[in-house]
């Protein structure tokens, strides 16, 4: 068993001393471990171009069913209007403020379904989340998947009915999350259970299953 | 000095779950919350560590409450009760046999607290919860059925039914949707559960009131 | 093309977690070959490396509501190439215990005991295969990418004092297992 190296040559090798600043009798030993490590081979790696497509054919994959299925259905006007056909209050609310949107979505019965998931892969699921607000200027999701940042995951308006929605892919588990309408608003989920949040508010659950089934 | 190497000085740390043990409290919290509660935080965080109870939840809540704008005090005295609540959750682990009880369990406990369940429901919860029963999933199941607005006896009354009648876990994993199905059959929460207890006592397969089929026979030849 | 160079991580992470799968392709080109030589060096081929960069890309999109900060993608993508690498390892010292050093880089007598670096490289690179995972991460974070002690600290969660142990350690190990090649 050889000798390590001593300790002044390796803070040479660390970049704290220099060749110059060691004794005489250290300088062979300096040298030969110098040498040893610049033997690293440091030249930059450059993957294959299919790189890029294989990654995004995997990707398209996980992002297929489940989200072309969102996508159908915002796309679809015709469902939209089943939707509010089926709540009269809503047809009411006419061009609806951000306060009065709350209010309705604080009392009516919860008949919407909450997120949907469906599978992604093997340890994420695709969690579809949607809002009705149609006042609203803009909306995000906020919860323990995103460290409740509410700039990290906007909903998108479907069409001009008011409904907002996104689809996030979240690991499996229970995570806590709620709306957050106009940047400041915190809205909970109407189509979920809710819990005390600790500060005097609510918070959305949902619980994601490795088998994608819709569950709470 | 190459781009690769120079680009790679730019990575700041991103905590990626599972990767990172022993992760600094203090750095997660930081530009997150305000001083003060940062400071408070990192405290009850050790304290909780040496209790052996996840600090995870601690911090979720504090960036939280950071997040949502809540005053200081208001942010650390929830970090507090919660940790408190899972020291609760402890402890009635621990009187229902589990030794050493997992992180998720803990939690589990602690959700269950939350919604208004008392110790001895996580005990009791706990007990029956032997394999293949998750005892962190049984604790999932019954805190949401309650913040479903499931009233507490029914909801544990639902879990034991389905436990009794050997149930697949998965089918315990189903029981929130099940019951919201039955609110918007026009049931409440209390008597579509009482509804899923008495369908699982009996043997039947689950189906919550206004929800069952009509029994008519499918035409193959419709189009 | 102008127009995506320009879109930062944080834009772009954004657009796809609000449904627009198509852009992730501009972080993949992006990434592919900024950690590829890290990568390499740390499984000791490129075509395993390869692998474990394509299969980090797609475990990022997969699990791109986690990253906490879409400004700090990189760094975050890293960690799971990082984790991806060290699984590798794992799963090849349990399906082949690695051979002693020696095999295939026997050298032949020459007076001097001098080898040109092609070799010298060869059975570094070996070598580096006989080290801890942990070892050899720092060793080529240090010597092929150029990093600072503290800066391997921020990324990789362990202290500079911590570090430099197993720098020093990796140099003894390593000196011991190159001494055929001096």
């Known amino acids: ?216 | 000095m190459n781009r690769c190497s120079l680009l790679l000085r730019l990575i700041v740390l991103a905590v990626v779950p599972g990767a990172l043990a022993g992760q600094d409290v203090a750095k997660q919290l930081d530009g997150r919350v305000s001083p003060d509660v940062r400071k408070a935080v990192v405290t009850i965080a050790a304290d909780a560590a040496a209790r052996g109870l996840p600090v995870a939840p601690l911090v979720e809540k504090a960036i939280e409450g950071g997040a949502k704008g809540v005053p200081a005090d208001r942010v650390i005295a929830a970090v507090r009760t919660l940790a408190g609540r899972m020291g609760d959750a402890m402890s009635a682990l621990r009187a229902a046999g589990v030794v050493a009880p997992s992180g998720d369990v803990v939690e589990g406990g602690a959700d269950a607290l939350n919604v208004g369940l008392t110790s001895s429901d996580v005990r009791d919860l706990v007990r029956v919860s032997r394999p293949p029963y998750d005892a962190s999933l049984t604790l999932r199941v019954a805190a949401t059925l309650v913040a479903l607005g499931v009233p507490p006896d029914q909801a544990l009354q639902l879990v034991n039914a389905m436990i009794k009648a050997g149930r697949s876990p998965g089918d315990l994993l189903t029981l929130p949707a099940e019951v919201q199905a039955g609110v918007g059959g026009g049931a409440t929460p209390g008597q579509a559960a009482a509804g899923l207890a008495r369908a699982a006592a009996a043997g039947r397969p689950p189906v919550p009131p206004g929800q069952a089929k009509t029994g008519k026979p499918v035409n193959p030849h419709r189009p | ?182």
């Open chain 3, 1 to 182: 093309m102008g127009l995506e160079a320009e879109a930062s991580d944080a834009d772009v992470v954004r657009a796809v977690l609000a449904g627009d799968v198509e852009r992730y392709a501009v972080l993949v080109r992006r990434y592919r070959d900024r950690y590829a030589r890290f990568a390499t060096r740390m499984l000791g081929s490129r075509d395993i490396a390869e692998d474990a960069v394509q299969d980090a890309l797609v475990r990022a999109y997969d699990r791109l509501a986690d990253c906490r900060d879409p400004a700090k993608f990189a760094g975050w993508l890293f960690l799971i190439l990082r984790n991806r690498c060290f699984a590798e390892r794992r799963r090849r010292q349990r399906e082949r215990p690695l051979s002693p050093v020696d095999d295939g880089v026997a050298a032949p007598d020459r007076p001097d005991g001098a080898y040109d670096q092609l070799e010298r490289q060869r059975a570094l690179e070996q070598s580096l295969g006989h080290l801890t995972a942990e070892q050899r991460e720092v060793f080529v974070l240090k010597h092929v990418e150029g990093m600072a002690y503290e800066e391997i600290a921020q990324v990789t969660g362990a202290t500079v004092a911590s570090l430099k142990m197993r720098m020093h350690r990796a140099y003894d190990r390593l000196r011991d297992l190159m001494r055929g090649h001096q």
């Open chain 1, 1 to 216: 068993m050889i000798a390590g190296y001593h300790p002044l040559v390796k803070q040479v090798l660390d970049g704290e001393l220099s060749l110059a600043d060691l004794p005489p009798e250290l300088r062979a030993e300096a040298e030969e471990a110098v040498r040893l490590v610049q033997a690293a081979d440091r030249a930059p790696v450059i993957l294959s171009s299919a790189v890029e497509d294989r990654v995004m054919a995997v990707v398209r994959g996980h992002a297929a069913s489940p989200a072309r299925r969102a996508w159908r259905w915002i796309n679809a006007p015709r469902d939209i209007e089943l939707r509010l056909r089926v709540r009269p209050w809503v047809l009411w609310g006419g061009a609806l403020a951000a306060a009065a949107v709350l209010a309705l979505l604080l009392t009516r019965p919860t008949s919407s379904p909450g997120p949907e998931t469906r599978v992604a892969s093997r340890d994420s699921v695709l969690v579809r989340f949607v809002l009705y607000a149609p006042g609203a200027r803009r909306v995000a999701v906020a919860g323990t998947f995103n460290q409740w940042d509410r700039s990290a995951a906007p909903l998108v308006p479907a069409g001009t009915s008011g409904v907002w929605t996104t689809t996030l892919a979240l690991p499996v588990g229970q995570h806590q999350y709620a709306f957050v309408v106009d940047g400041e608003r915190w809205v909970v989920d109407p189509g979920a259970p809710a819990v005390n949040d600790g500060f005097g508010r609510r918070n959305s659950l949902v619980a994601v299953t490795a088998h994608g089934t819709r569950a709470l």
